[in-house]
RNA sequence: GGUUGUGUAGCUCAAUUGGAUAGAGCAUCUGACUACGAAUCAGAAGGUUUAAGGUUCGACUCCUUACACGACCA
């Protein structure tokens, strides 16, 4: 301690700063990467993507997605065993109606013959049934029928629900069409996943869970805490829950997404036994993950307690709300086709790459405009609602994921040119008693490192690391235009500086590799 | 109608969970590249934190009511 003052009733101790220089030695004496200690829950599983399979991806999904992945590699860090897995929503009304589009209107066309990604496919397919769809509702209306008996009347609709009731009865046509289509999806997702670099432990499909599901709502009936209606359904009735009664099985035995969702929690707990299960939903479904957990806990399933529903706000447009059937969607892969494209044309702009081969350049525009998307969809608070501005995303300055991103670069530069002039980046530094005031905010921000993953994975919130980041590279900046390294004349302060920015460019690293990031070395 | 979330600078977001003069970016204006990378830095301007009460040494944060927007359940 050097010295103290008062204001305003706050007692302000100075640290001295041959304790700050202390302090990142003992950084030092770990890797950026290492563990930081956080005693939450040691074995968790993080339920993300979990797509249904009638349309590729879109925007929404994307924040999805990026959560799903950093919040798993934030508990990771902190020491716990995470294991990340995709429910997928393989069966169901929705893609019974791209298959029936596919039947009447798709002449055996493939992805191969298309052209298309099979989940554009699939998607291709799913708004043409919805377009000859609304025709024939129109049809009906115009022929007098009620709005409401028309949606039931329409042909296409009805063959949709015979589909649906074809493929619960095992009919073998159906099922070999679903194979195929669904098979095509896969592969399409398969390559978005790739390509956004978020990747899965394991895959649960509905169509291999909601049979369980049916198990355990017969249990629940069984034991009596669900009933059965007049009409054969099955409810719940969580009044005393402040819910309501939720219906947990159609009356004519078909099931409805929470039936298959209990099967899941069971097959989830027994094949990883988890202290915690994250699943990572849109705020929308809050209603419906309070009924899960209540359900669970009606049947005394000893996991019921460890759910917990990470909710996230929906993306809006400049324009409003996206709506699918408007056309206002923003499709996953478009989107990051696009903030390539621009990551690419302003690193030409700038022209700094050269000596990068092709595929490496590739990969760095690949890096930027990916690490700008994610860092532009991690950086607001995942339970707040969040506007998506197409020209802010694509921006490389400012408070983006390019500006980090670049801060690394420019470090790896001082570390090429350091090594260069044999400048060690450990060296005794026991001669330098005060450090420059952005020599000492240097240090001060490479402590919190610990502090803000622990907060981070205390409230899954990819948010906190993102603001970190930015605030580690925004306070290097003030240091390199402060001082200078090369310049500086005495030894053990050129070493101690370029110490600094080595911790701090691998500091950089490890943050940006938390929200799935990646680093460039020049760019 | 019921439940619930949000409301901070023109815009997009922060605020160490109740602490000091509410901070960043974008946009606007000014300055800094023949010193290590200007995708940067320094500065100016921009705020009655939706409103009104309350709790206390202290409130963007907690409580009550109202308003606005959204979501869900009927």
């Not at 159609?250 to 409805?256: E, I, M, P, Q």
């Not at 060690?424 to 530094?429: G, I, L, S, V, Y």
Request: aromatic letters at 10%.
């Amino acid at each position: 301690m050097s010295g103290f003052n008062v204001v305003k009733g706050f007692l302000n101790l100075e640290i001295a700063d041959s304790e700050w220089l202390a302090v990142f030695e003992q950084l030092r004496a770990q890797p950026a990467t290492a563990p930081v200690a956080a005693g939450g829950p040691r074995r968790v599983v993080v339920e993300y993507s979990s797509p249904n399979t009638n349309k590729p991806l879109h925007l929404g999904h994307l924040r999805n997605n990026f959560l799903g992945y950093s919040v798993a590699e934030i508990l990771k860090a902190t020491g716990a065993t995470v294991s990340k897995v995709n429910l997928v929503n393989d069966r169901g009304i929705h893609i019974c109606k791209s298959m029936i589009a596919y039947q009447r209107f798709g002449h055996g066309e493939t992805p191969a013959s298309a052209g298309l990604k099979g989940d554009h496919l699939a998607g291709k397919y799913y708004v043409l049934f919805e377009k000859h769809y609304r025709e024939e509702i129109k049809q009906l209306e115009a022929e007098g029928v009620a709005a409401d008996i028309a949606k039931k009347q329409a042909p296409l609709m009805a063959e949709a629900q015979q589909m649906l009731q074809a493929w619960e009865a095992g009919d073998p046509a159906v099922k070999a069409l679903w194979s195929q289509m669904n098979g095509w999806v896969y592969e399409g997702f398969d390559e978005t996943y790739k390509n956004i670099g978020v990747d899965f432990d394991k895959f649960y499909y509905e169509s291999g869970t909601y049979l369980l599901g049916k198990e355990r709502v017969a249990e629940g009936l069984a034991t009596g805490v669900f009933f059965k209606k007049e009409n054969g359904s099955v409810w719940v009735d969580l009044q005393a829950e402040g819910l309501d009664e939720k219906l947990l099985l159609r009356a004519d035995g078909t099931s409805v997404y929470i039936t298959q969702d209990l099967g899941t929690a069971e097959l989830k707990y027994q094949d990883f036994g988890y202290d915690s299960s994250i699943y990572v939903i849109a705020d929308e479904q809050n209603y419906h993950m309070q009924v899960l957990q209540a359900a669970l806990k009606k049947l005394g399933k000893p996991y019921a307690e460890a759910i917990h529903h990470l909710s996230y706000g929906m993306v809006d447009l400049p324009s409003g709300k996206m709506k699918s059937r408007e056309g206002t969607v923003v499709d996953a892969d478009e989107l990051v086709r696009d903030v390539v494209a621009a990551a690419k044309a302003a690193t030409l702009e700038k022209g700094k790459t050269e000596g990068l081969s092709e595929a490496e350049l590739e990969e760095l525009y690949h890096m930027l405009g990916l690490g700008a998307l994610k860092y532009f969809l991690l950086k607001v608070d995942p339970k707040k609602r969040m506007l998506f501005n197409p020209e802010e995303s694509v921006s490389l300055e400012g408070h983006t994921g390019p500006f980090i991103q670049y801060s690394h670069a420019r470090i790896a530069a001082i570390r090429r040119k350091a090594a260069e002039l044999g400048i060690a980046e450990t060296a005794d530094w026991s001669s330098i008693t005060q450090l420059e005031a952005t020599e000492r905010e240097l240090v001060q921000e490479l402590a919190r490192y610990p502090a803000v993953v622990g907060e981070a994975a205390r409230n899954l919130s990819p948010a906190v690391v993102a603001q970190y980041a930015y605030d580690l590279a925004k306070a290097y900046n003030r240091f390199y235009a402060e001082v200078s390294i090369f310049q500086e004349t005495d030894a053990a302060r050129r070493s101690l500086r370029v110490a600094l920015s080595a911790r701090v460019g691998e500091q950089i690293k490890a943050s940006l590799g938390l929200l799935g990031m990646q680093v460039p070395e020049r760019m």
